[in-house]
């Protein structure tokens, strides 16, 4: 069983900077993968950038050189630093974690809440 809170967003213009942070609770034996995904009003929720347990990570081409994921093993907490917003950044923003909760092979999927980023011109 894993927990995810999210926190970090916000009102911005666009040019401007956010970082969301999302901190993992529960058991939590090893992680696969974590990452961010987002949706905007009328679109499909979509993958912003994902980070494998060694450390690689993959972004979508709409965010890279701007957008950058990150982060604290010993806190279990993953970071996204959004930099050059753009109103097209516009959406709610998940923070997802794929992990193992103890030695038998089998995922745990587990979803953050939510929170919103609004990017005005």
């Known amino acids: 069983q894993v927990h995810l809170v999210e926190s970090g967003g916000g009102l911005v213009q666009a040019g401007g900077s956010l970082r969301l942070s999302c901190a993992a609770s529960?058991?939590?034996?090893?992680?696969?993968?974590m990452g961010w995904y987002r949706q905007a009003p009328g679109n499909q929720r979509e993958l912003v950038a994902v980070?494998?347990?060694?450390?690689?990570?993959t972004y979508a081409d709409s965010v890279k050189g701007r957008f950058t994921i990150s982060r604290d093993n010993a806190a279990n907490t993953v970071y996204l630093q959004m930099n050059s917003l753009k109103p097209e950044d516009t959406a709610v923003y998940y923070c997802?974690?794929?992990?193992?909760?103890?030695?038998?092979?089998?995922?745990?999927?587990?979803w953050g809440q939510g929170t919103q980023v609004t990017v005005s011109s």
């Open positions: 529960g058991r939590i034996f090893s992680i696969n993968v």
């Open positions: 980070m494998d347990s060694g450390g690689d990570s």
């Open positions: 997802n974690l794929k992990s193992r909760s103890s030695v038998a092979p089998g995922n745990e999927d587990t």
